[in-house]
């Protein structure tokens, strides 16, 4: 994630119809299971930080809540706007969040806050009202999950800038995202599992679902499109099962927590 989030529409916002119809539906698993666990409902005001192309506000609108996102592409908050014309939909940097303090019971944010994107987590305690709850999920434990192969290609990037995307994921590690949650002053931290599987028709496919997301533009600039897609499709061709997709599901993290109740807890 590049310390210029103006920058970020040239990674994210490149090929925001690809990234909004081949990239973002195979999330919804993670979607649906964290408002389960957060219980959205109507009456909820929710905010998704980092809402890419809208897809969570969507479910989240259908479960009843009223919604806002925000994201620095403004490609791809073009196309949640599309998707969702009743949410309050803004372009911005996830450490200045444009809503007031207290405007908001849940905030969520799926893969948007990283290691390298800490102070983030302050902006969220400050919109929420005193007892909201925050629903976060971050990369886990990516090499020991069946679809590390999915992942692979982003190590097309140059060593800087993998070792960059090691850093973001880090807040999956045991205890990470508790104890920078608990430095927030967040209450009530619990880690769950979330189901994550990212499913693809073909190689070709799942190459072209890839080079839309952020961290291929890191590896497309570093190696040129023609071979990132070329080892990508490659890549996948060896996973093929006769009759199946091509399944890749991935350890993600989830992170449950609240705001303190004004006065009847230290904060
Ligand atoms: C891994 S994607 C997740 C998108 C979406 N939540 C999803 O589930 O697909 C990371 C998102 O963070 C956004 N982003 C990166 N830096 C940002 C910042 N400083 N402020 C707001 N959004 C940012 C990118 O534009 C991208 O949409």
Redesign the pocket.
Known sequence: ??SD?RL??E???RRAVD?ATL??PS?CR??VAVHHRLGVGAGDRLL??????G??VELAQLRGAACAG????PR?VTVARDRCPDADLRV????ALPWADGAFDVVT????IWGT?PA?LAEVRRVLVPGGRLGL?VWGHIKASAGAWALAPFRMAAAAQVSNQGVMVSLGRPGAGEELLAAYGFVDVQRIEVPFVWEFADPELYARTLAS???AYEAIQNVGEVAFLTAATALARDRLRAGLPLRAPINVVGYLARTPLLGSEPT
Do not use: Q
């Not at 944010?109 to 948007?112: A, M």
């Open positions: 994630m590049t989030w970020v529409d990674g994210w916002g990234f990239s973002e999330n993670e979607y998704d930080v980092a809402c890419g192309s897809l969570a925000l994201d620095a592409s791809l911005g940097d996830m450490h944010s799926f893969r948007g994107t983030a999920t997301t952020g961290p």
